[in-house]
């Protein structure tokens, strides 16, 4: 987290995220994930959520999650996205968990997003294009 | 929200948590409920994940919410935490849920709360007695 | 359970659904509730998915649940649906979970729904209108 | 899905789990593949939740989800579950998510899990060595 430049978004864990095993189920990382996207995205003036009322979808085509230690009720972390354009019609994100108070890296993410639009095929002009 | 030693969580409404209708699910306005809820019991020493090991459960026994307004994908809003000792062995929580921006009502909710021990029974002695 | 006339639906708690006190997470209830109420719906041809996309939105203005015992990882129950017409604008859906092994009572709910037109505002024909 | 040996689970998916573009949410299927998983383990008489208790911990290392098409409100679909031990302490799932009514093939998961005991450390006996 040194690169300043990486954007970064603050969350906490919530202790309905958590499982049996005391701990934040798998999901709830996905979600992390998604949301911290989503901040980013917006930040770039990109709402989703505006997108889908417009007909144009940005899927999620492919998600690897790499669970390197696991977060707990309370425990306060930092997100960090940084999108790659992987191919004409995919972009790639790059995340990572890190936990606040230790700096130990608690997950990585790399998600490849594909926009779609109201046929239901892949747009040649994606809004993400405005990323790079 | 004039009274200021009411406790307050700020949060905000997440994309993934709205639903085909394009706003918050109902399901989680009880999660937001319960976050601040336990924000609220963790800032007066009072841990649930630290509870739950210890065998002292803090069960929901009842719950009440009354939905005012849609909260929408990035609404940010203010959760205001009440207690009230309804009986010897119960507590409700009066909480609201306020629009950051507009101010609005958006929902109630009223939570009663008992204290169940290892042995599936109330506890007299609940550590919520000393919200009091 | 008596009455075979009333609509009940068949499902299981997930592990995921289960939080640090190893029981199922009261929202989660919520969740359960709607599914079961949804599917009442579409038993009677009111598909909630469809009339969002025609701008038809049934939505819930408050929620009653009483928790009378806790569902466990893998316990398997029903929930009932029965409606209730309770003003011209407003349709009550009473809800019970029972566990289907001991058909013990675990949660009852109370669910009031009113239809909202594309204006916000309540709408006179409401799909439900065809359950009584 | 002609191999009638492969465990198989049958699901549906549920109206509030599906976001703003309509579909089922990314994040759910992840559920989906867990509650598989954990349905064919308690087939093979793997109890997750009762391992929890006991102090050993099935925790996911990495999961990788492909999504080929989207789930939506009401459709039915099957999860498949095959494992696979890749080393002495890892093993891995294969799943795959088929809509019952066309056959589609709608997502393929797979799903690194390893056996962590009380200390933290992986435990060499897992009970996951039982299912190969």
Request: glycine share 2%; proline share 2%.
């Amino acid at each position: 987290m040194t690169n300043t430049n990486i954007f970064s978004l603050k969350m906490d864990a919530r202790d309905h995220e958590c499982d049996i095993q005391g701990v934040v189920n798998n999901a709830h990382y996905q979600h992390y994930f998604e949301h911290a996207r989503h901040r980013f995205l917006l930040h770039h003036n990109i709402d989703f959520a505006v997108l889908a009322k417009q007909g144009i979808y940005l899927m999620v085509a492919k998600i690897e999650i790499e669970y390197k230690a696991s977060l707990k009720a309370h425990d306060q972390f930092q997100i960090t996205v940084e999108p790659e354009k992987i191919s004409r019609l995919k972009v790639c994100f790059l995340q990572k968990i890190y936990n606040t108070q230790t700096q130990a890296l608690m997950a990585i993410a790399k998600t490849t997003v594909v926009t779609i639009g109201n046929d239901n095929k892949p747009l040649r002009n994606s809004p993400l294009d405005a990323l790079f």
